[in-house]
Structures are given as structure tokens and as C-alpha cells.
């Protein structure tokens, strides 16, 4: 492919800059030629980021130990049996500690104040022990500039709850004398992925949130037995909001507590490891809950803190808070979210709907260093073709193109549809295609219909076609084909239809158990 000519004298001036700042740009500009003019933003992208990581190497001991921010922030215990907390709250007056342990004094034990905003308290042990018991409640104390107190959950907490009869959540200690151990290393990356996307609370036909042991003793079982080799987490974060589906995070470094404790989630975990399932988390790192008592919103008392001050800090149409990562503290309160002890990533996949160049490519080339872009156009074509055209009129050629358009050697997860589509204003595929007979019509005993029929063969022929020339790995959403409504019950949209979904799911988990697979259970309701 030839390269677009230079426009002038300066513009081959400024190739030339950005090729001997950015190490291995001329490999990214062979790859493709067409943004030779932009080479100054590979430039300005690659000097930013070489600067943060100079900045953090000087000031914070270099990328890695920044990265674990967790370990330091927050509350520890010391080997001794004391404890150590250490919080970020620039805009804070005053910072203490109290709760269960202090009979909820608010200003007995307050912290010291360090430089740049961060503040530590240090708590000697209590007859060897922790003054601060596992399980028991805390709150930070921040008295605001203004003279204001303000209780506040840690941004750091790692289990927050909510009681039956609480509308906020609470901060609890998470210190057990008997944590669980991973048993099991976690599986080589795959050469190309096979994504399960999950939200444990609707892994369950039964009419409650499910939990991180239903979901390891019942759903990680069929999903090795499927196929997949990896999964696709949603909604780990805590958030106060359930049907936010996990996107409004409240405490960045807390599991859910709906679904079990930590130790659950580790569990689950190790035991997708020793199936060879690669876990992946869908961590948010864009926005957060606007909650302040049981959020990061106003934390020390701020309309920033970890946010963008004024209206550029809110995000109006998602209702929620921006993060400011020209902040290096609000940087190391979100990097820790995707490198942890638990679950380390193994692969970075980045949803995106720019287009942007060079997602995927290494940053030495001035690119965003992502593995896996999301494939958004896909879902897009396939509801738009359900939607606005007849059988007939499908463009084949249209379709064959929005599957492989795509930038050359970036790798992209393809998908037929995921939540996105099933939940967010929209259905299932399934449902465009067969809707209400999806009730009435899918037993062996009903009879056979058109719609059913076109149904299920357009729904495999989309996933086969998306499959095959959609990308380098592939996604699907769990239980696609009619968990829609039961998302819609849990979240309170609708609960007309709960009977008719638990039975489709105990139907097909009653055929499982007979020894029957997908494919037979699908081919049942073909050959009638």
C-alpha cells in the first residue's frame, strides 16, 4: 500500500521527530501508511506516557510498586498485630477512625497528616491481637475544610455490605484467621479466546441473586463443557445500584458482597484455573457511583478528590463521576483494579467505538497496548438487519464486510451479542426472532412453527458466520437465548414471565442431566 505524499517541508519535519522519539513507530506506519500524517499523535501520546512513567519511577518507586497501591492504602495488619491505615484525602481538614472497635468515638484515633494529601494512623495490638476484629464495622472520619464531618466507607475497603434494613452500605474489616489459598496456577494464555460473559447473580433460574458458590459448583462446570476457555466476569466491583449490572461502582476493591465473600470469589476462581478457564474481570475504570456515603463521590469533603472538579468531572447522560488521571493518586486508585493477588489479567481487551488507531499495538509503537479490541459493530448489524429489513433484502456483501472490517494484525473478540443488547433497551436476538412463541412453541410437544423454525436456524447460522469470519476470538453472552426476561425480574422490570423462565431453564438443565448436549437439545425441537 503506498503511503499518502508528505503536504509540505514540515510535515516531513515532524515525521521525522516523532520517528526518533518513538522507538518503533516506522513499524506501526509500515503496517499502515495512511497515518504517516499523524505520526506527531503517536508522538504526543508516547512522550505523555513516558513522562507519567517517569514521574511515577521518581516519585512513587516506579510502575510496579505504584501499581500496588493496595497494599500500602487502606487498612493493614502488621506482623505484630497492629494496624496500619493510610488514606488520600487532599482536600480533608482531619481524618480519624472509628467503628466497632472504639465504640464508634469518632475522633479518638486520628490519623497523621503526610505530604501530598495522604494521611496514616498507627494502631498498636491489643494483647498481641488486632484491636480491630474481623467482621466488625468501620468508618473514616473527614472533617471538610468548611468544619464539616463526614463519614466515609475507605476507597480501599475490600468487603462492603448492605443489611436487610440498611439503605447504605456498610464497611467491613476483612482480616479472617483462615483466608483460602489458591491451589492451582492460572491456565496459559489461550492462542484464541472462547469468552463466557457472565454476571453471577443471574447465573440461577431460581428467583434470587445467585451466589459465588452456585455459580462454581453449577455454572463452571457446563461452561467447560461448552467449550469455552475462558470467563468474562461482570458486576465483580461492589456497586450499590444492582441494576446498573456492576457499571456504577461504588467501592473499586471490594467483591460484591451480594454474591458471597472474597474467599468465595477466590474459590471460584482457582476452580475455573484448574478447568483451564482463563478468568477475566470487566473492570471500570472510566466512571463511578455519584454515592457519597457508601461511594468515592466527595470523599474528603470535595467535589474532586479522585474526580474532575465542576461539570467536567460529571457525566450526565450515565449519571455518574469522571475520574482525573492527570492525577497521579486518582491513576493509583483505578491501576491496582486490574493487578491484583487474586486475579491477575492474562489478557486486556478494550471496548471501544472510535475506532482509535493502534489500540492494540505495543506502546513502543505509540499504540494503546491492548491485546483484544471488542468487535461493536457486529451486534449493531445483526439487531439493525432484525429490526429494519426483510430476509430477502439482506446485503450478504454488507454483512461479509462489517464481519472483516477490521485494522490489519489487530485482534478482535467478535460477538453476535452480549448484555449490551440483552439488557441495555434491547432483546436477545432470540427474541427479535421469535418473541413470544419463544413461551408457547419450543416445547417438542407444541407444534412446529414457521417462526420457530426461522428462528432457530437463523439464530445458529448468525453465530456460526460471526464466529468464522468475525475476529480472532469470540464471545457470548450467558444463557442468551431467553435469560433476557429473567435479568428484567431480578432487576424489578418485570416479573410477569418468572414461571415461564424457570421453566425453559430447568427444562434444559433437565435434559443436561439426561446426557443430552446443546446441540441434541436444539436438534429435539428441530425434528419435531
Known amino acids: 500500500m503506498a503511503a499518502p505524499a508528505a503536504a509540505d517541508k514540515g510535515s516531513e519535519a515532524h515525521l521525522e521527530a516523532a520517528l526518533a522519539d518513538v522507538p518503533e513507530l516506522a513499524r506501526l506506519l509500515e503496517i499502515d501508511p495512511y497515518l504517516k500524517p499523524f505520526a506527531s499523535d503517536f508522538q504526543r501520546r508516547y512522550k505523555k506516557f513516558t513522562q507519567i512513567l517517569s514521574d511515577i519511577g521518581e516519585n512513587e518507586g516506579g510502575i510496579d510498586k505504584f501499581s500496588k497501591g493496595y497494599e ?3 487498612i493493614h495488619r502488621s506482623a505484630d498485630g497492629g494496624i496500619y491505615c493510610k488514606e488520600w484525602a487532599p482536600g480533608a481538614e482531619a481524618v480519624f477512625l472509628t467503628g466497632d472497635f472504639n465504640g464508634w468515638n469518632p ?7 503526610l505530604e501530598y494529601g495522604k494521611w496514616e494512623l498507627h494502631i498498636p495490638p491489643k494483647q498481641n491481637k488486632s484491636v480491630i476484629p474481623h467482621g466488625s464495622k468501620l468508618k473514616v472520619v473527614i472533617t471538610s475544610k468548611s468544619g464539616e464531618i463526614l463519614y466515609r466507607i475507605s476507597p480501599w475497603a ?16 476483612w482480616d479472617p484467621d483462615d483466608t483460602y489459598k489458591l491451589k492451582h496456577s492460572r491456565p496459559k494464555k489461550p492462542r484464541s479466546l472462547r469468552i463466557y460473559e457472565s454476571h453471577v447473580g443471574i447465573s440461577s433460574h431460581e428467583g434470587k441473586i445467585a451466589s459465588y458458590k452456585h455459580f462454581t459448583s453449577n455454572v463452571l462446570p457446563r461452561i467447560k463443557d461448552l467449550g469455552y476457555n475462558c470467563i468474562q466476569l461482570m458486576a465483580i466491583m461492589e456497586h450499590a445500584y444492582y441494576a446498573s449490572f456492576g457499571y456504577q461502582i461504588t467501592s473499586f476493591f471490594a467483591a460484591s458482597s451480594r454474591y458471597g465473600t472474597p474467599e468465595e470469589l477466590k474459590e ?10 482463563t478468568v477475566l474481570l470487566d473492570v471500570v475504570h472510566s466512571h463511578a457511583s455519584k454515592n457519597s456515603e457508601d461511594g468515592l463521590n466527595m470523599f474528603d469533603g470535595t467535589d474532586s478528590c479522585y474526580f474532575h472538579s465542576g461539570p467536567r468531572g460529571t457525566h450526565d447522560l450515565w449519571d455518574s463521576r469522571l475520574f482525573n488521571y492527570s492525577s497521579p493518586k486518582s491513576s493509583q486508585g483505578s491501576l491496582p483494579c486490574g493487578k491484583s493477588k487474586v486475579l491477575p489479567p492474562p489478557s486486556r481487551s478494550r471496548k471501544d467505538v472510535s475506532g482509535m488507531p493502534a489500540l492494540c499495538s505495543p506502546t ?38 462489517t464481519l472483516t472490517n477490521r485494522r490489519y ?5 467478535a ?54 469470519l468475525g475476529g480472532e476470538g469470540y464471545l457470548n453472552f450467558m444463557e442468551v437465548n431467553f435469560h433476557e426476561k429473567m435479568m428484567e425480574m431480578q432487576f ?37
Not at 158 to 173: A, L, M, P, Q, T
Not at 268 to 277: C, F, K, P, R, Y
Request: aromatic share 10%.
Open 158 to 173: 475490600k468487603y462492603v455490605v448492605r443489611e436487610s434494613d440498611n439503605v447504605n452500605y456498610d464497611w467491613i474489616h
Open 409 to 413: 494484525l489487530e485482534k478482535c473478540v
Open 492 to 528: 424489578g422490570f418485570d416479573e410477569d414471565n418468572l414461571n415461564e423462565e424457570r421453566k425453559i431453564t430447568e427444562r434444559t438443565e433437565k435434559a443436561k442431566e439426561g446426557g443430552k448436549s446443546n446441540n441434541e437439545i436444539s436438534g429435539d425441537r428441530e425434528q419435531r
Open 364 to 401: 513502543s509503537q505509540g499504540g494503546g497496548g491492548f491485546d483484544y479490541r471488542l468487535a461493536m459493530a457486529i451486534p449493531d448489524k445483526w439487531i439493525q438487519l432484525l429490526k429494519e429489513f426483510k430476509d430477502e433484502d439482506w446485503n450478504m456483501g454488507n454483512i461479509v464486510y
Open 268 to 277: 471460584l476462581v482457582d476452580t475455573a484455573h484448574s478447568m483451564g478457564i
Open 415 to 468: 460477538y453476535a451479542e452480549s448484555h449490551d443488547q440483552a439488557l441495555v433497551g434491547d432483546k436477545t436476538l432470540a427474541f427479535w426472532l421469535m418473541d413470544a412463541e419463544m413461551y408457547t412453541n419450543m416445547s417438542v410437544l407444541a407444534p412446529f412453527t414457521p417462526v420457530i423454525d426461522r428462528g432457530i436456524q437463523l439464530h445458529k447460522m448468525i453465530r456460526l458466520i460471526t464466529h468464522g
Open 107 to 113: 475522633f479518638s484515633h486520628p490519623y497523621k497528616k
Open 72 to 74: 500500602t492504602f487502606g
